[in-house]
């Protein structure tokens, strides 16, 4: 960095007061100079008008003699003479006046503007001499003329410069103000060397920034190359399909992946509009729509018809908005997601098999025990005496009863529902089926709050839903012999009703297996409750969900839409 010179520290005024003091001596003494002229100038129009009235004296005086030295006989003529006088003498009007004799005048009187008069004593009267006045009243006017320009230029000079003085040290009290933010500057630094100093320091501190920010962006390019390169070799590497778009639609680069779950044969596509690389399918529509309304697509998932076959892609579009926010193009990213929905489609199918599967085995072994006991009932009839056979016909017909409730059950289960949906309120209905099973619900002790929930349902299906889930509740407590069960029902944010017991509860890993068709833990029970209950939840758009601990109790939660 250059030294800064050092500093002068003088006495004298500082730049402000030097402007102040140079305009107004400047000011002064154009004003001393035009006193001056104007001086001169009265001087000058005083020598005139002596001069002038000289010259009209003389003129009379000459008048005069030349009147004095008429005869008698000449004097009687006189008129004629005073014509002559006025040629003569340069005389705008000529009177004599003679005691006892009348007036003789030629020429102007002496009673009109502009006109000035000489009188001079003859010797046997009074002549009066006019002049024209013309030429002193013009040197008049011309001097007050110009004393008036005077005065109004020298008031219009000091205003325009006492206005103009602000303009002229408003910009040094700015580079001032500006460079005291720079540096601190002493009372006793002259200003003018004060902003030197500091505007030299300011080119110094200028061309080390210059430097510095060379440097910086020499560094920044050579990242840049670098996070291109980096970019490139990570679009090469990505396993899944990214293209990039500009604002027109039109691909600015696309990776290998791309092209192969696409099935394209082009290396080259860089330029080409969405429809030339990809032609007129739906995936190309699908870009365009987006570029077009300038819109993100979030995992949408599309089939497109490929000469291999028919593949399932998954899409994600992000638009690209500069520093101003305006659009500068899209970024999709896709991927194959065929071999994925393969698999799913076969884990849903096995899945499908082993409910089946579990359902038969459940359906199996009720039959099973009931069947077995009907049997068992009827072979011990060979041997046995009537009234011996009368009680085990009758425990067969028993379990044939309870094996044509199984089936009953099943077949409601089974059988397709039509709902009849009204306007109701949650909270009536689950208060009617508390109210109807609090009398029979001994040892459980049922307890009730509920706000108002509106839905749109089938009153009759849902009210066995809530029935069937409060009878388990119930039967839950009565197993573990104590114990209370609420029923709460609100509606903040959704319609909701919530069975809490404190019964002998339930394993959170036989929950799934719960909802099943005979996959009952309860002594009696066929366990067609809650797969009939999660039925009737699943028509009204609604979800069930059982949570519990053993030995704690259990705690199932209904949720519906509102109306």
């Given at each position: 960095m250059v030294a800064a010179p050092a500093r002068t520290r003088l006495t004298g005024l500082s730049f402000r007061r030097d402007v102040h003091i140079f305009l107004a001596s400047l000011v002064t003494f154009l004003l001393v100079l035009l006193v001056g002229a104007l001086v001169l100038l009265q001087r000058f129009e005083q020598q005139m008008e002596l001069a002038v009235r000289g010259r009209w004296d003389?003129?009379?005086?000459?008048?005069?003699?030349?009147?004095?030295?008429?005869?008698?006989a000449e004097q009687e003529e006189l008129q004629p003479r005073l014509i002559g006088l006025l040629s003569r003498y340069e005389l705008a009007g000529v009177s004599v006046s003679q005691p006892g004799k009348q007036v003789l005048s030629e020429g102007l009187g002496s009673g009109q503007m502009g006109i000035e008069t000489v009188r001079k004593p003859l010797a046997h009267g009074t002549m009066t001499a006019t002049f024209d006045a013309t030429p002193l009243i013009q040197a008049r006017r011309a001097f007050k003329v110009s004393v008036a320009?005077?005065?109004?230029a020298s008031i219009f000079a000091t205003i325009l410069l006492v206005l103009y003085i602000p303009r002229i040290t408003r910009p040094v009290e700015e580079m001032l103000t500006s460079a005291g933010e720079i540096r601190t500057r002493s009372p006793d630094d002259d200003e003018q060397q004060f902003l030197i100093d500091t505007f030299r320091d300011s080119i110094s501190r200028l061309k080390v920034q210059e430097e510095e920010l060379h440097r910086l962006h020499q560094a920044e390019r050579t990242r840049a190359d670098e996070l291109e390169r980096v970019t490139a070799a990570l679009t090469r590497s990505i396993a899944s399909g990214f293209i990039s778009l500009d604002a027109r639609g039109c691909i600015v680069e696309m990776n290998a992946a791309a092209r192969e779950i696409l099935c394209l044969t082009a290396e080259e596509t860089r330029g080409e509009t969405i429809e030339q690389a990809l032609g007129d399918g739906e995936f190309a529509t699908l870009l365009r729509t987006s570029i077009e309304e300038q819109t993100p697509i979030n995992r949408r998932e599309l089939r497109i018809p490929l000469a291999q076959g028919e593949r399932i892609i998954g899409i994600t579009t992000v638009p690209l908005l500069g520093v101003n926010l305006g659009f500068l193009g899209m970024l999709v990213l896709f991927t194959d997601l065929t071999p994925v929905r393969r698999l799913e489609?076969?884990?849903?199918?096995?899945q499908n098999l082993a409910d089946l599967g579990e359902l038969s085995a459940?359906?199996?072994?009720e039959f099973r025990n009931s069947l077995s006991a009907i049997l068992g009932s009827l072979r011990l009839t060979r041997d046995k005496p009537l009234h011996e056979v009368q009680r085990l016909v009758e425990d067969a017909q028993r379990e044939a009863?309870?094996?044509?409730?199984?089936?009953d059950g099943l077949l409601v289960f089974a059988k397709p529902m039509t709902l009849e949906a009204d306007r109701l309120d949650l909270a009536e209905l689950a208060g009617d089926v508390v109210a109807r099973l609090s009398p029979h619900a001994s040892p459980a002790v049922i307890e009730y709050s509920a706000s108002s929930a509106i839905i749109n349902g089938d009153a009759h299906l849902l009210e066995r839903a809530i029935d069937n889930l409060l009878r388990n509740a119930i039967e839950s407590v009565r197993q573990k012999g104590a114990g209370s069960v609420r029923v709460t029902v609100s509606s903040d944010p959704q319609p909701l009703l919530r069975i809490e017991d404190e019964g002998i509860g339930v394993d959170p890993a036989a929950v799934a297996r719960l909802f099943l068709p005979f996959q009952s833990d309860s002594p009696g029970g066929y366990g067609m409750g809650l797969p009939l209950v999660k039925k009737i939840i699943l028509l009204h758009e609604g979800s069930v969900e059982l949570t519990g601990v053993p030995g704690e109790g259990a705690q199932v939660t209904v949720r519906l839409p509102a109306a």
């Open positions: 003389q003129s009379a005086t000459l008048a005069v003699r030349e009147l004095n030295s008429l005869t008698p320009i005077t005065v109004g489609d076969r884990l849903r199918e096995l459940g359906i199996a072994h009863r309870s094996l044509a409730e199984a089936v």
